[in-house]
Nanobody, 123 residues
Framework: QVQLVESGGGLVQAGGSLRLSCAASGRIIRINTMGWYRQTPGNQRESVAAITSDGSTNYADSVKGRFTISRDNVQNTVYLQINNLKPEDTAVYYC?????????????????WGRGTLVTVSS
């Protein structure tokens, strides 16, 4: 019903920058909070940044000052600007969104995930 597609990952040197994008499509009534998570092999997925529908943001302590999350509510897209990349930022980055869609008895809200985009930072 809803698809999230990430893009923008890649290989970058330490100190470089990347901009990740995540576009939502489908039978969307409303997108509530959107966020970015990351995961490395053998570890749990961790939240790095989130943004509400009215633009309020929060960040993991490890990325404050380097990551900036933003969204385009018309395009149903969330972005993650990553500056001053560090090798420890290497991970698969996943997009998450709480999306309200039409349901049989009105509407329903649930979390959706993208398939992830790999960010690799070389030292």
């Amino acid at each position: 019903q809803v698809q999230l597609v990430e893009s923008g990952g890649g290989l970058v040197q330490a100190g470089g920058s990347l901009r990740l994008s995540c576009a939502a499509s489908g039978r969307i009534i409303r997108i509530n909070t959107m966020g970015w998570y990351r995961q490395t092999p053998g570890n749990q997925r961790e939240s790095v940044a989130a943004i509400t529908s009215d633009g309020s943001t929060n960040y993991a302590d490890s990325v404050k000052g380097r990551f900036t999350i933003s969204r385009d509510n018309v395009q149903n897209t969330v972005y993650l600007q990553i500056n001053n990349l560090k090798p420890e930022d290497t991970a698969v980055y996943y997009c998450n969104a709480a999306v309200t869609t039409a349901a049989l008895l009105g509407s329903a809200t649930r979390d959706y995930w993208g398939r992830g985009t790999l960010v690799t930072v070389s030292s």
